[in-house]
């Protein structure tokens, strides 16, 4: 849902404000260098007269001796400002990119299930990138830009106004046509962004899929789409370029119009003696430098044009508002958190219903197993109580406070989940295990390790907790990186923990080594373990059988199992076949 935005100025000074002193001194070298440019052809007009009119050697080598100076001067001043124009677009993009990273790390799993990892880089460094040089220099060499032309004039309006006049109508015509069609490349410059962007999601997307594109023989058939997404962000740039050039190329024809206007006039007022020839000279290299501003102008404009793209991108992310939104309660009762839903609806997409009228309650401490077909909601349920997504209706309540009024750093302290999937990241095996906290202490690494016997493992590394893992997960197996994440969670000893296909990866003889363990550490919590495998569950109070997402059955796990017409009862009697077999 978008937000107020606010006004496209407010919003490029928030950006623009922090670098404001460095801004200043990029404007004062630019004017420096503005004036420097300025004198040089006056040096060279009086070089050309004194060599002209057989004047004194001194005079000549010192003003020889002058443009050297100002000549070396010009070039350490573009050097100081090609420096402070990149800190200053690094200083201002890098806060835009952290703006962006932080606000898409809070958008709900919604937004995030429709866009792909490749994508997210694009729209958060691509689109700013396209925005750097706008930042750096826009608005210096506009100003810039804007006093050179002034400079060149005003001079010239003093030296010969006629020729003055001819510069002026081509100068306000260049300038005024190139702010009649500075738009003309907008649109095209963020179609060529998204084309960019669904390139990237593609590529990260078959990496990612890399061992399924290599087994299954599709390479071919993933560079024939590689080359189609290359084409279209081709096709596109090539037509965003094409509209961002025309006002350039507009300038360029009439700048071409006004030097021989100019030089015309300059040369009959040489042949006629109203002027020197360094004054000719003067003319001819003052209308050439009148291009310097408009092409700087110019080359602004196509900026502005790509940075107005990329900003429109940005603030269209800027303004999605998460549909999570926390709460402001921040206590919850201390020890296990019980749990209950009450008439719980929910669906990922309109009209079509993921769980129905879902109502149960744990007391604390209990331990539910959660079973159920394939898709039948297991793990929808666990994602509603750590919200990653809103209910349509109902009421989910841990340790009795309804879990929309919490706020969810309360929430992610006090619930812990062990997913399918393990995300593992760059750092060393400490870092992955406390998840970059460093107020956790090695003794309780060892302590949590050692209970899911995890240690031997660990002792086995050349260096221990200090071991590089790879992000991705390339570095573990499937059942260590399950025991890592088991580990992962009971290091924050959280007060309410879902497990969800806690050991599914495991063999027999560890999953029975880390039952034990894993029971240990759950008599501190209150626990939803969802399992296809029944033995996972022999400690579990409670029992849930889903279905189409409807509750089938709940009750005490021994009076199920007791009761021969239960679900629960015929699936273990099917799990004991099956062992038998
Ligand atoms: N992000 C999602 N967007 C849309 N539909 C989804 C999403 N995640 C799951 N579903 C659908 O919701 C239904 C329930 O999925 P869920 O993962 O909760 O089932 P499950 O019982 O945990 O399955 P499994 O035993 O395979 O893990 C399935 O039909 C699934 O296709």
């Known amino acids: 849902m978008p937000q107020n935005k606010p006004s496209s100025i407010s919003w490029l000074l928030r950006y623009l404000l922090p670098v404001k002193g460095r801004m200043l001194v990029l404007l004062l070298l630019l004017l420096t260098s503005t004036g420097v440019q300025l004198l040089n052809p006056q040096i060279i007009q009086r070089f050309i007269d004194t060599a002209s009119s057989q004047g004194p050697l001194d005079s000549l080598l010192t003003l020889a001796g002058i443009f050297l100076v100002l000549a070396v001067c010009s070039q350490l001043l573009t050097v100081l400002l090609s420096y402070l124009g990149n800190d200053v677009a690094w200083r201002a993009t890098n806060r835009l990119r952290a703006d962006l990273l932080n606000h898409c790390l809070r958008l709900d799993m919604r937004f995030h299930n429709l866009k792909t990892p490749g994508e997210m880089i694009e729209r958060i460094d691509g ?24 400079g060149i004039l005003g001079y010239m309006f003093v030296f010969n106004w006629p020729i003055a006049i001819v510069m002026t109508i081509f100068t306000c015509v260049s300038v005024g046509a190139m702010f009649v069609i500075r738009d003309l490349g907008v649109k095209s410059s963020q179609a060529e962004r998204e084309a960019s962007a669904v390139l990237f999601g593609f590529i990260e997307e078959r990496i990612a899929g890399i061992e399924d594109v290599q087994t299954s023989g599709s390479v071919p058939y993933v560079m024939r789409r590689f080359h189609l997404a290359m084409r279209n962000v081709f096709v596109r740039g090539r037509k965003a370029w094409m509209l961002r050039v025309v006002p350039w190329n507009v300038t360029v024809s009439l700048f071409a119009v006004a030097v021989t206007a100019v030089l015309l006039m300059g040369v009959h007022l040489y042949i006629t003696g109203q002027v020197t020839l360094g004054a000719l000279f003067l003319i001819f290299q003052y209308t050439q430098m009148l291009n310097d501003p408009i ?40 020890g296990p958190l019980a749990v209950e839903f009450s008439h719980v609806n929910f669906s990922y997409n309109q009209g079509n219903p993921i769980l129905r009228d879902i109502s149960f309650r744990l007391e604390p401490g209990e331990r539910l197993g959660l079973i159920g077909r394939t898709g039948s909601g297991k793990t929808s349920i666990s994602r509603l109580l750590l919200r990653l997504y809103n209910l349509n209706s109902g009421v989910i309540r841990i340790g009795g406070v309804d879990i929309r009024t919490l706020r969810l750093e309360v929430l992610y302290r006090r619930v812990g989940m062990v997913t399918q999937d393990v995300q593992l990241f760059d750092g060393t095996l400490r870092d992955n295990l406390t998840l970059f906290n460093s107020r956790m202490s090695d003794e309780e690494i060892w302590d ?45 000893k959280p007060s309410l923990v879902i497990l969800d296909e806690p050991s599914s990866r495991l063999d027999a003889a560890t999953e029975a080594a880390l039952q034990t363990a894993v029971d240990k550490l759950m008599e501190q919590c209150t626990g939803i373990v969802i399992a296809h495998r029944l033995s996972t569950l022999e400690a579990t109070d409670q029992i849930m059988v889903l279905g189409g997402g409807r509750i089938l059955e709940f009750g005490s796990r021994q009076a199920l199992a007791q009761d021969p017409k239960s679900g629960y009862a015929e699936l273990l009697r099917d799990d004991r076949q099956e062992e038998l077999a």
């Open 448 to 492: 949590t390790t050692g209970k899911l016997g995890l240690r031997p493992w660990i002792d086995s590394l050349p260096q221990g907790l200090d071991t590089h893992l790879k992000a991705g997960g390339a570095s573990l197996s499937a059942g260590e990186a399950q025991l890592f994440a088991l580990t992962r969670v009971f290091l924050t």
């Open 295 to 334: 092409e700087q102008l110019g080359n602004q404009m196509q900026e502005f044009q790509k940075a107005k793209s990329g900003m429109r991108r940005s603030r269209e992310i800027l303004s999605m508002e998460s549909e999570i939104r926390g709460g402001t309660e921040d206590s919850l009762p201390e």
């Open 127 to 150: 689109d700013v990138s396209g925005m750097s040089n706008f930042f750096a220099m826009f608005v210096v060499q506009i100003v810039g830009s804007f006093i050179l032309l002034a």
